[in-house]
């Protein structure tokens, strides 16, 4: 097994060395201090092609691919972690798109987040679901005025980019709230703007200042049947699957 970066990743890590070094590392302190969002360091890695490293090309991104994020966010994590999350975050709400997103889906949502013209955030854990997924008490009930669509009701907590976010992607229960079955939780796709979605509160953390959480609360937000990921009761495998190379990019924030 060849362990050696190519010529493209080398490049890749290169760029986003210099650019660590010459706009990241004068910031990384004052945004801890203020904890406000970056948003000129967001327009840097949006004009250095950095929000698309982990999207296919044919939807805007460069297909750098998990490793070339990886590289990217171990040389921004050298001076600030924040700035590392807001790289991961262009994977996390996009994971299960494109593991199970249809063709319209992805050609509706990714390239936004390529090109930095959107923002999403991953909606899983809840007041009383953290670790414990199977216990989120969110539901999609089946909308008694849109063949096929859905009413998502619920509040999710700790969202990464809550108030930053043009859309959500929203884990919820298809079927009994109280079921523990990893069947019954499906994965949908929320405007942030639409009816029925509110943005509360935003929390005061201790660290990882400037890389914003919030809540997010649903009620009875219409999500038409197109907005589903995947399969109904396949929530649970795109939560895992999804998670499953982030664990890669945040050993890689461990290592910058
Ligand atoms: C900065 C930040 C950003 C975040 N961004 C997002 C986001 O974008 N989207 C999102 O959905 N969530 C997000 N989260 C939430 C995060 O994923 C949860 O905090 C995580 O799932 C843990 O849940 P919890 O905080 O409720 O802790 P708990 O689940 O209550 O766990 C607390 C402790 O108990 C331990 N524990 C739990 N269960 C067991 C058990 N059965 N046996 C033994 N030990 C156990 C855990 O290992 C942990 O040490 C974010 C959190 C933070 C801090």
Known sequence: MDFELNDELLGLQAVVR???????????????????????????????????????????????????????????????????????????????????????????????IAAGTSRASFCLSEPGAGSDVAGMTTRALADPDVEGGYLLTGAKCWISGAMQADWFVVFAKTGDPSSRHHRDIGCFIVEAHQDGVSRPRVDHKMGVRGSPTGEIVLDECVVPAENLIGEEGKGFKYILDGLNAERTLIAAECIG
């Open 18 to 112: 210099r650019l660590a070094q010459d706009k990241i590392k004068p910031r990384a302190r004052e945004i801890d201090l203020s904890g406000e969002y970056p948003q000129d360091i967001f327009e840097e890695f949006a004009a250095a092609d950095l929000l698309g490293l982990c999207i296919p090309e044919e939807y805007g991104g460069s297909g750098a691919g998990i490793l070339g994020l990886t590289l990217a966010i171990e040389e921004v994590t050298k001076y600030s972690n924040v700035l590392g999350l807001m790289l991961l975050l262009t994977r996390l709400a996009t994971g299960p798109l494109m593991i199970a997103g249809t063709e319209e889906q992805k050609r509706q949502y990714l390239p936004g």
